[in-house]
């Protein structure tokens, strides 16, 4: 049987919010999917920076105090997700990105590469953007798009984004009335309603989903925007349960599956790096 494969991002909030023993949880839904269903995960996981600010108790002011926050939380994510991955006899493998490495055809070429052959070593590819290098010219922006990116690069059959709300809503969440809406069938033509605020840790949000969920669907690839911290959230995701918010993949006909041969133009903000993305051959 062909294995799946399913990028599973996590957010900084979830992260310092849930700590280690959501690292634990999720990865017990990783090595259960692995083993009754072929699934093949990679994790795309924020958190280095806010996770060594509260290791710390630094903040940054200037640019080099955020890339060195990030060189000193980045082996401390790792650990977590390391011991955890031990318990269920797998094991993690880091991959540090910046954007500069997904506009040089090369270096794309030889992260596929790396990544098919650690997930045929069954291995667990643990990825993040690198932040103790990255500028605002080379940044995805946030690890939403960047799994976006992954997602359609390797082909992938889902992008599960995991968040600390329960999925998207029809109305402002802070209104009693809001309602999680469970399926999107339409996400180029869907319109953000309501107030939408930034991650205290991170720099994503509503709006960078929806941004990678639509590059996710214009390669074929389906979208859930979930509570990560429900329990079993993964498996329940693998069981068909309908679990936040799917947004559908378009339709082949509606899909973007032309390849980039060019790299190298400027590209300033994270919409216009969404739009200009497309995978390779």
């Known amino acids: 049987m062909k294995s799946e494969i399913w990028i599973i991002k996590i957010g900084s909030q979830i992260i310092v919010e849930e700590g280690p023993l959501f690292i634990q949880s999720i990865v017990r839904d990783i090595a259960q999917l692995k083993k009754s269903k072929n699934i093949q995960v990679i994790i795309v996981s924020s958190g280095a920076i806010a996770t060594a600010k509260v290791r710390t108790q630094k903040n940054w002011k200037s640019l080099k105090e955020k890339q060195a926050l990030s060189a000193i939380g980045q082996p401390l994510i790792m650990n977590l997700y390391n011991t955890a991955l031990h318990e269920h006899g797998l094991l993690g493998a880091q991959i540090l990105l910046t954007y500069a490495d997904f506009k040089n055809l090369n270096n794309r070429k030889n992260f596929l590469n790396t990544l098919k052959q650690l997930l045929q070593w069954n291995i667990v590819p643990i990825l993040n953007e690198n932040d103790a290098i990255a500028t605002e010219e080379i940044q995805f922006g946030d690890n939403d798009m960047l799994s976006a990116m992954v ?57 960078s989903k929806l941004l990678a969920s639509k590059l996710a669907s214009k390669n074929g690839i389906e979208s859930h925007v979930v509570k990560g911290s429900l329990a079993n959230v993964l498996i329940n995701l693998g069981a068909g349960h309908k679990t936040g918010t799917t947004i559908k993949a378009a339709s082949k006909n509606k899909q973007n599956l032309k390849f980039a041969k060019k790299s190298g133009q400027k590209l300033k903000t994270v919409g216009k790096k969404a739009m200009a993305f497309k995978r390779l051959k």
């Open 151 to 207: 997602a359609a690069e390797i082909k992938a059959k889902k992008l599960i984004l995991l968040t600390n709300v329960n999925g998207i809503f029809d109305k402002d969440p802070s209104d009693p009335q809001a309602q999680v809406i469970p399926l999107i069938e339409n996400i180029q033509a869907f319109k953000i309603k309501g107030s939408q605020k930034k991650s205290q840790y991170g720099r994503g949000g509503l709006p």
